[in-house]
């Protein structure tokens, strides 16, 4: 019998449609005050982010405390580059973006480099030719010493690569700024600020991931916590290093350029591109690693790639989320991203279900509008129980429904799509072939 | 001879590096005792021991916790916290000298932590492992803004006043005063007397073996529950002692006051590896006087302090991922 059903996508779409349309024409014809219209783009982006931990965490396994840390730095990596655009603030318009693709290409080339020279390779064969006569920690040192200075004749050649690309591409994309019209360069220059946050993002988790995600599960989250920690000390500091980033004062006059349109479109894309990862082939390897490491490498799944690659692209939604807060507001401050904050991803995809789409964008609009509303619920004078009436919400959930809201469900065009229904003649086992080995067996 | 020829070479190498290295530490060592006087640096060595061994009290909680159900109780620094502010109502509300005041906090910061642990993390015991992660960073959320209200204790910073006069002694330039004295003191023999409960006691026994293997522990009769109540209040009375050295050492206490020193304190446990008691208690002394080294000696050091503490934890994982005294872990097929 056939199932007859709408297509998945339909009602999902018909729900994203809704809630677009209903919050864009409530706010244009003024029934949602401003407060309430941010609180709903504070919420999408807290879905962004939690989304990228999900697919680290929840999909792959990787028990990471550090997501704030990647926020951060798609937050002021694309306030760097727009607040540019704005107040020329490096002396030219494009200093702080030229800068930054530069150094992102210089840093991908190293990594290309390195990945082709084929290191690994190099020392084992130092290590065997040598093996014969040094001692093993002997034979580490002196094969590690030509991986050294391969690396740093690498990434001198990045270095000079970046400083020649910076000189291009500041003049070339000057010169594009200053021809195009207003709005079209202030939209290309946002796009542009999103994109270099989120790559940016996911550079650093892939340059802390490859290391780190060799340790053990909860090692792996110890450590990630200290990454958070040491980008919001950084942060805190940052006026020694850039004077821009105004270190524990907050880093202001950045345009607020972020939009509920914006908000819903970047993440209408990235739920699509992060659905579509997640029932490809690489996708199912990811969760395969989750389910059972050491099962899926017999099975000839690349684990320790397939780990820095969920954690890149979780760096890389990270990045994204915090590029579009950055633009909210216009303003950033160090104590946006401690780490107090930083558990409220955790927290929203361990409340969603871990593993579940749905429940995550379901939890980050529920406990972002819970904390908000808070606020305007609570009577004079109470607004302080926020954060008693938060936590003890959030035990009784936890303790009601330890799996989340959602558990691993997800719903509409999000869930896994069925098997096509065909006709598979399944094979006949005879009972007597059953028994014959049963009684073998026994 | 080639292969001689090689052979020496190579060696020779790996041993000038070995020896450049260690040469540069020593160098290192000397700079930093050369910069300020050998005088500042021995001070700053033993400000460090002092921070050490209060972040050791902490790390002990983390470590026989995490030993015992596998979990990272992030509300510990908020227990900690409330020994420092319970020692405080009985030293100024009620006048109590030093001794009563330390047995309070350390009792109540027992029954809280037993408490939180029955009802926050017993019934989750057979769910997943992130769902009392969770809970537990509930319970810390709760306790820093519950008591940071104006009717428990405030959200502002409050001048501890300390229930013993300060004196220092001036030992050839070295200042050390009672507070450090007490605080080593203290801190000595609640290890020695934690040690003897794990090492020669029954109850110390039955939590070992509860560490080891949970369900073969209660097939020799042993309440699993309670050995896992007694191992939270255990910890928490280490934290409350700790919450009162660490406000007579630094006589300003705030409801947040616990998330710095308890991360700080956890990290030591893990740099120590995990579950390791003299792991913690090395970790943690190691932590404590990096941190005051940091500080006294690094341009902009008091600015940079958590950068470098957990750059230090890093670069450790990295080197040996399990900590110190931590042992590899078995991977299960």
């Given at each position: 019998?056939?199932?007859?059903?709408?297509p998945?996508?339909?009602p999902?779409?018909?729900?994203?449609?809704v809630?677009f349309?209903g919050v864009?024409?409530?706010?244009?014809t003024?029934?949602?005050s401003?407060y309430?219209?941010?609180?709903f783009?504070?919420?999408?982006?807290t879905?962004?982010s939690a989304l990228?931990l999900?697919?680290?965490?929840?999909?792959?396994?990787q028990?990471?405390?550090g997501?704030?840390g990647?926020?951060?730095?798609?937050?002021?990596?694309?306030?760097?580059?727009?607040k540019?655009?704005?107040?020329?603030?490096?002396?030219?318009?494009?200093g702080?973006l030229?800068?930054?693709?530069?150094?992102?290409i210089?840093?991908?080339l190293a990594?290309?480099c390195?990945?082709?020279l084929?290191?690994?390779r190099?020392q084992?064969?130092?290590?065997l030719?040598?093996s014969?006569?040094?001692k093993?920690?002997?034979?580490?040192?002196?094969?590690?010493?030509?991986l050294?200075a391969?690396?740093?004749?690498?990434?001198a050649?990045?270095?000079?690569?970046t400083?020649?690309?910076?000189?291009?591409?500041?003049?070339?994309l000057?010169a594009?700024?200053?021809?195009?019209p207003k709005e079209i360069?202030k939209?290309?220059?946002?796009?542009l600020?999103?994109?270099n946050?989120g790559t940016m993002?996911?550079?650093?988790?892939?340059?802390?991931?490859?290391?780190?995600?060799?340790?053990?599960?909860?090692?792996f989250?110890i450590?990630t916590?200290g990454?958070?920690?040491?980008?919001?000390t950084?942060?805190?500091n940052?006026?020694?290093?850039?004077?821009?980033?105004?270190?524990a004062?907050?880093?202001?006059?950045?345009p607020?350029?972020?939009n509920?349109?914006?908000?819903?479109?970047v993440?209408?894309?990235?739920?699509?591109?992060?659905r579509?990862?997640?029932?490809?082939?690489?996708?199912?390897?990811?969760?395969?690693?989750?389910?059972?490491?050491?099962?899926?490498?017999?099975m000839?799944?690349?684990?320790?790639?397939?780990?820095?690659?969920?954690?890149a692209?979780?760096?890389?939604?990270?990045g994204?989320?915090?590029?579009?807060?950055?633009?909210?507001?216009?303003?950033?401050?160090p104590?946006?991203?401690?780490?107090?904050k930083?558990f409220?991803p955790?927290?929203?995809?361990?409340?969603?279900?871990?593993?579940?789409?749905?429940?995550?964008?379901?939890a980050?609009?529920?406990?972002v509008?819970?904390?908000?509303?808070?606020?305007v619920?609570l009577p004079?004078?109470f607004?302080?129980w926020?954060?008693?009436?938060?936590p003890i919400?959030?035990?009784m959930?936890?303790?009601?429904?330890?799996?989340?809201i959602?558990?691993t469900?997800e719903?509409?065009?999000f869930?896994?799509?069925l098997?096509p229904?065909?006709?598979i003649?399944?094979?006949?086992?005879?009972?007597?072939?059953?028994?014959?080995?049963?009684?073998?067996?026994? | 001879?080639r292969?001689?020829l090689?052979?020496?070479g190579?060696?020779s190498?790996?041993w000038?590096?070995?020896?450049?290295?260690?040469?540069?530490i020593?160098?290192?060592?000397?700079?930093?005792?050369?910069?300020?006087g050998?005088i500042?640096?021995?001070?700053?060595?033993?400000?460090?021991?002092?921070?050490?061994?209060?972040?050791?009290l902490?790390?002990?909680?983390y470590t026989?916790?995490?030993g015992?159900?596998?979990l990272?109780?992030?509300a510990h620094g908020?227990?900690f916290?409330?020994g420092s502010f319970?020692?405080?109502?009985a030293?100024?509300?009620?006048g109590?000298?030093?001794?009563?005041?330390?047995?309070?906090a350390m009792?109540?910061c027992?029954?809280?932590?037993v408490?939180i642990?029955r009802?926050?993390?017993?019934?989750?015991r057979?769910?997943?492992?992130?769902a009392s992660?969770?809970?537990?960073?509930?319970?810390?959320?709760?306790l820093?803004y519950?008591?940071?209200l104006r009717f428990?204790?405030?959200?502002?910073?409050i001048t501890?006043r300390?229930p013993?006069?300060?004196?220092v002694?001036?030992?050839?330039g070295?200042?050390?005063?009672?507070?450090?004295?007490?605080i080593?003191g203290?801190?000595?023999?609640?290890?020695?007397?934690?040690?003897f409960?794990?090492?020669r006691?029954?109850?110390?026994k039955?939590m070992?073996?509860?560490?080891?293997?949970?369900?073969?522990?209660?097939?020799?009769?042993?309440?699993?529950?309670?050995i896992?109540?007694?191992?939270f209040g255990?910890?928490?009375?280490?934290a409350g002692?700790?919450?009162?050295?660490?406000a007579i050492?630094?006589?300003?206490?705030?409801t947040?006051?616990?998330?710095?020193p308890?991360l700080?304190?956890?990290?030591?446990?893990?740099l120590?590896?995990?579950?390791s008691?003299?792991?913690?208690?090395?970790?943690?002394?190691l932590m404590g006087?990096?941190?005051?080294?940091?500080v006294?000696?690094?341009?902009?050091?008091s600015?940079?302090r958590?950068?470098?503490?957990?750059?230090i934890?890093?670069?450790?994982?990295?080197?040996?991922?399990t900590?110190i005294?931590?042992e590899?872990?078995a991977?299960?097929?």
């Amino acid at each position: 019998m056939k199932r007859l059903s709408l297509p998945s996508w339909i009602p999902t779409l018909a729900v994203g449609l809704v809630l677009f349309l209903g919050v864009f024409f409530a706010r244009s014809t003024g029934s949602i005050s401003a407060y309430r219209y941010q609180v709903f783009q504070i919420a999408l982006i807290t879905a962004i982010s939690a989304l990228g931990l999900n697919l680290i965490y929840g999909f792959n396994g990787q028990f990471s405390l550090g997501h704030i840390g990647f926020y951060a730095i798609g937050a002021y990596g694309s306030a760097l580059i727009t607040k540019d655009y704005v107040s020329g603030w490096s002396g030219s318009k494009a200093g702080a973006l030229s800068w930054m693709m530069a150094a992102q290409i210089g840093v991908v080339l190293a990594l290309v480099c390195i990945r082709l020279l084929r290191l690994d390779r190099l020392q084992k064969r130092i290590t065997l030719h040598t093996s014969a006569y040094l001692k093993p920690h002997e034979a580490r040192v002196v094969s590690t010493l030509p991986l050294l200075a391969i690396i740093a004749a690498v990434l001198a050649l990045a270095v000079a690569v970046t400083l020649g690309l910076h000189q291009v591409l500041n003049q070339t994309l000057s010169a594009a700024m200053t021809s195009l019209p207003k709005e079209i360069g202030k939209n290309l220059v946002f796009v542009l600020a999103i994109l270099n946050g989120g790559t940016m993002a996911a550079l650093v988790a892939y340059l802390v991931g490859l290391p780190l995600l060799r340790l053990g599960s909860d090692y792996f989250g110890i450590a990630t916590l200290g990454f958070a920690i040491m980008i919001y000390t950084a942060l805190q500091n940052s006026d020694l290093v850039i004077e821009t980033m105004k270190g524990a004062r907050g880093m202001v006059a950045i345009p607020i350029w972020t939009n509920w349109s914006w908000v819903m479109g970047v993440f209408v894309l990235l739920v699509i591109l992060l659905r579509n990862l997640l029932r490809s082939s690489h996708g199912r390897a990811i969760i395969s690693v989750r389910e059972d490491e050491i099962a899926a490498q017999t099975m000839g799944v690349d684990v320790n790639q397939l780990k820095t690659l969920a954690f890149a692209v979780g760096g890389l939604f990270a990045g994204i989320g915090g590029a579009l807060y950055a633009h909210l507001y216009g303003f950033l401050h160090p104590s946006t991203f401690n780490i107090i904050k930083g558990f409220d991803p955790l927290i929203i995809i361990v409340l969603g279900g871990l593993g579940s789409m749905t429940g995550t964008v379901l939890a980050s609009v529920g406990v972002v509008v819970l904390i908000e509303e808070l606020r305007v619920i609570l009577p004079q004078g109470f607004e302080d129980w926020r954060f008693v009436i938060y936590p003890i919400i959030l035990l009784m959930v936890m303790l009601l429904r330890s799996q989340g809201i959602m558990g691993t469900n997800e719903w509409g065009w999000f869930r896994a799509p069925l098997p096509p229904e065909r006709d598979i003649p399944i094979p006949n086992r005879t009972p007597r072939a059953s028994a014959a080995t049963q009684s073998e067996d026994a | 001879m080639r292969i001689t020829l090689e052979k020496i070479g190579l060696r020779s190498l790996v041993w000038a590096i070995y020896a450049a290295l260690a040469a540069g530490i020593l160098w290192g060592i000397v700079a930093l005792i050369r910069l300020n006087g050998p005088i500042f640096f021995i001070q700053a060595i033993i400000d460090g021991l002092r921070l050490g061994f209060m972040y050791a009290l902490i790390a002990l909680g983390y470590t026989m916790v995490y030993g015992i159900v596998r979990l990272i109780n992030f509300a510990h620094g908020d227990v900690f916290m409330v020994g420092s502010f319970t020692s405080f109502y009985a030293i100024t509300r009620y006048g109590w000298s030093f001794v009563p005041a330390i047995l309070l906090a350390m009792l109540v910061c027992m029954a809280l932590n037993v408490v939180i642990e029955r009802v926050a993390y017993k019934p989750l015991r057979n769910a997943p492992r992130i769902a009392s992660l969770i809970t537990a960073i509930g319970v810390s959320f709760f306790l820093e803004y519950f008591t940071a209200l104006r009717f428990v204790f405030t959200a502002d910073f409050i001048t501890y006043r300390r229930p013993f006069e300060v004196i220092v002694w001036d030992i050839g330039g070295v200042l050390i005063s009672n507070i450090t004295i007490i605080i080593v003191g203290i801190t000595l023999a609640l290890l020695l007397s934690l040690q003897f409960i794990i090492r020669r006691t029954k109850i110390g026994k039955a939590m070992r073996a509860t560490a080891l293997d949970k369900p073969a522990a209660r097939l020799m009769g042993i309440n699993v529950d309670a050995i896992i109540s007694f191992t939270f209040g255990l910890g928490a009375a280490l934290a409350g002692a700790a919450g009162v050295l660490y406000a007579i050492a630094f006589p300003q206490i705030l409801t947040f006051m616990g998330i710095m020193p308890g991360l700080k304190a956890f990290v030591a446990a893990v740099l120590g590896g995990i579950g390791s008691i003299p792991g913690a208690f090395v970790g943690s002394l190691l932590m404590g006087t990096t941190d005051v080294l940091v500080v006294s000696f690094m341009p902009m050091g008091s600015r940079l302090r958590d950068l470098i503490a957990f750059l230090i934890l890093i670069i450790v994982f990295l080197v040996k991922p399990t900590g110190i005294f931590g042992e590899p872990q078995a991977e299960k097929v």
